[in-house]
């Protein structure tokens, strides 16, 4: 008889699953994790983890865009009740950061697998189409005569390249009495370099 899957993503269970395999890929290898130790972590039989996920690549693929999908309904809340393409950035930018500080595992487990071949293409591209405000914002930008560029997915990969990187450095400094002020100065700095 064939195992039925839960259809609601969002039981104990399933978190609980989740949770144990971020801990351990974040403490461990992907290889030097098995679905025993997960399931041990996450106080669940070794069965339970099967009814939510055929296996440990499928798991880490949906842990990767649960995570992803957190992070852009962080950044995206509220965007839009700021009318300028600086205050939208701005408003991303602070977000991203916020979030970033917040869940130091889940951006450690997304840099670390960003690039693995465990991550399938498929679930790349779902974590894509979901990463898109800063194009909607770009594209907004342009339309009202903000922003003058010839493509808006290269200013939106520039953009969020430039915060990505921004947000690394400013990470490692977060307990610098000067963080909020470099927090200014690289927001600044970009949109020098934009407008």
């Given amino acids: 008889m064939a195992l039925v899957k839960p259809t609601d993503k969002n039981t104990e269970k399933r978190k609980a699953i989740m949770d144990a395999c971020l801990d351990l890929f974040c403490e461990k290898c992907y290889q030097d994790t098995s679905t025993a130790s997960i399931s041990q972590k996450a106080g669940v039989a070794t069965g339970t983890l099967f009814l ?16 992803k999908s957190e992070m852009a309904d962080y950044m995206e809340d509220g965007v839009w009740e700021h009318t300028t393409f600086k205050a939208r ?8 950061l916020e979030w970033k500080m917040t869940n130091d595992q889940k951006l450690k487990f997304m840099m670390q697998f960003s690039s ?14 979901r990463h898109t405000i ?11 005569g903000e922003a003058v560029t010839s493509s808006a997915e290269l200013l939106s990969a520039m953009i969020s390249g ?9 990470l490692n400094e977060r ?21």
């Fill in 116 to 129: 693995s071949p465990t991550i399938t293409r498929m679930t790349k591209e779902k974590a894509m189409n």
């Fill in 89 to 96: 950035l701005r408003h991303v930018w602070d977000r991203s």
């Fill in 134 to 144: 800063v194009t909607e914002i770009v594209q907004k930008a342009i339309e009202s």
């Fill in 52 to 67: 939510y996920f055929e296996n440990k690549e499928e798991l880490v693929n949906e842990l990767y865009l649960d995570c």
């Fill in 162 to 170: 430039y915060m990505h990187t921004a947000a690394l450095y400013l």
């Fill in 175 to 195: 307990h610098s009495k000067n963080f909020r002020k470099w927090s200014d100065e690289s927001f600044n700095f970009f949109w020098k370099g934009i407008n």
